[in-house]
């Protein structure tokens, strides 16, 4: 007779149902914003359903048993745009209740009232790592304010966000407004996927926590195209050229030991675009790593 293992539970088990959880997880299923491909509304429920099968153990041998993971759900679409990222927004600043939040999109829209409401929690300045094939940073995208290619043109619109807290990583694709918008506001740091190769994950990791260290919080959004798509073929808009899944683990593990990061969005996993599942196994290799990490 088999025996399942005890980890064969949502997040290997780690899901607690205690509302003072030290990680919150809230998944936000939409991919109405997209500029090419949908599918990214299918990732939190793929994302869940591969925990089952990953045991709460870190790369490094590390136990995870001392994390407890309390699971929000979803935030269920809606067809009025507007009132479903005040729904995101509202939902989300429950889950910023915990020490640290994690927001499985989703397209890269998603992370628009995500902002939103760390802005409004924090209630003070914060630093943004965004990794991302690109830097979305359009005023307006295919005629809308809210596509995802315009997350952080949004971001630095909040009260509480400047340009010099805003670091880019592994971008290589531009719209011709975005070279516009940079060059009026030199503040923001760009690293391309082009120079995290040349100079190195630690040296970009080092300068993303040079000018973030100083900030009381950190919000960190991984668009998963960040990755070549080799190692993340189940996305919208895929870039070639991107970083390895090597290359993100390593840089992550060292902006996480030096920057106070409060919360997480991985966004733009696409499991009907995928093949053999490798972007939402990627996504979970990122997460249960993360899982070791957080303070």
Not at 70 to 83: A, Q, S, T
Request: with cysteine; aromatic share 8%; charged share 20%.
């Amino acid at each position: 007779m088999s025996v399942t293992p005890e980890h064969r539970r949502d997040w290997s088990g780690l899901a607690k149902n205690t509302p003072n959880a030290p990680v919150a997880v809230l998944g936000i299923p939409f991919d109405s914003a997209v500029s090419f491909r949908q599918g990214a509304s299918h990732a939190p429920a793929r994302i869940r359903q591969y925990s089952h099968f990953v045991t709460p153990i870190t790369e490094e041998g590390n136990s995870l048993d001392h994390v407890s993971v309390y699971d929000y759900g979803n935030v269920e679409r809606d067809l009025d745009w507007e009132r479903y990222f005040s729904s995101v927004e509202n939902a989300a600043k429950t889950a910023l209740k915990h020490p640290f939040a994690l927001f499985l999109g989703g397209d890269h829209s998603v992370t628009i009232p995500l902002h939103r409401a760390f802005n409004d929690t924090l209630g003070k300045s914060f630093g943004i790592l965004h990794l991302d094939a690109h830097t979305d940073l359009c005023d307006t995208y295919m005629g809308s304010r809210w596509s995802h290619a315009c997350t952080e043109r949004r971001a630095l619109e909040l009260s509480h966000m400047k340009p010099e807290h805003l670091v880019f990583i592994g971008i290589r694709s531009w719209e011709a407004s975005e070279i516009d918008f940079l060059r009026a506001n030199p503040g923001i740091t760009v690293h391309s996927a082009r120079s995290t190769h040349v100079n190195g994950g630690e040296a970009v990791a080092a300068d993303a926590v040079a000018k973030l260290r100083h900030l009381d919080a950190v919000y960190l959004t991984l668009d998963i195209d960040v990755l070549d798509p080799a190692y993340a073929p189940g996305t919208g808009t895929p870039e070639s050229g991107g970083l390895t899944s090597r290359q993100l683990i390593e840089l992550l593990r060292l902006v996480f030991a030096e920057l106070p990061i409060k919360a997480m969005d991985i966004v733009e996993v696409a499991p009907p675009l995928d093949h053999s599942d490798i972007t939402s196994v990627a996504a979970l290799k990122i997460i249960y790593e993360v899982f070791g990490w957080v303070k």
